[in-house]
């Protein structure tokens, strides 16, 4: 029976000099932050012609009409794979209130349809606004910047991301005098970043801009976010 008691002592002190590191460990709580910036190389133009015709089918024909003649002056431009998209389109009643009727008045049907492309030629997006006004379009999109080297902007700013935040840990655990044992965890955080969405603009303002060769486009910011978490003693 004391040879039990002996053994089941040694146990317990030997569980409880395995558990002291544990209590000498502090836990480490970071975020990393990267950020990656390359010039825009196309951009997104959106394109819309409307107009009213009291007979729906001929206001849909006619408007048909405007977007081939928009979808042919586009075509000697270099466009991005797969990007065009010409499928949208409303077909509305439209109404007019008399004052002196104190009524509604029909005026027609209002269709309206709408183009989406990227141009692969930033240097030509003048050009294209230029044909789009020219072709009959009657709103045209502020153009929308993008850059074929997106992907690899990303990944590069996540890795920065994570670096910072060894970077931050290995900081936090010389100031307390301790080592940086192992990093126990690391997720990626999503920060805000709102996609652009395309402004509308009168055909003839962006034949304006479009004459006026003043597009300069800025850097475009690529942003990743981290969390690490790791130990140290």
Known sequence: MKKLRFFVLIQLVLGLLICV?????????????????????????TAQVSLIDRDAGKAQVRASKEVDEMLSAIKSFSLKPDSLDASELSLLPEYLWDRATEQQQFIGFRVTRTISFTIAEIDRLGAALNALANAGATLISSPVMGSSKAQGARDEALVKAVKDARKKLTLLAGAADMSLTSITQISEEAPYSPRPQPTMMRADMALDSASSNTFLPGNLTFVAEVRAQAEAE
């Open 21 to 45: 590191p544990s209590l000498a460990t502090t836990q480490l709580d970071v975020t990393g932050k990267g950020m990656v910036s390359v010039a825009p190389d196309e951009a997104t133009i």
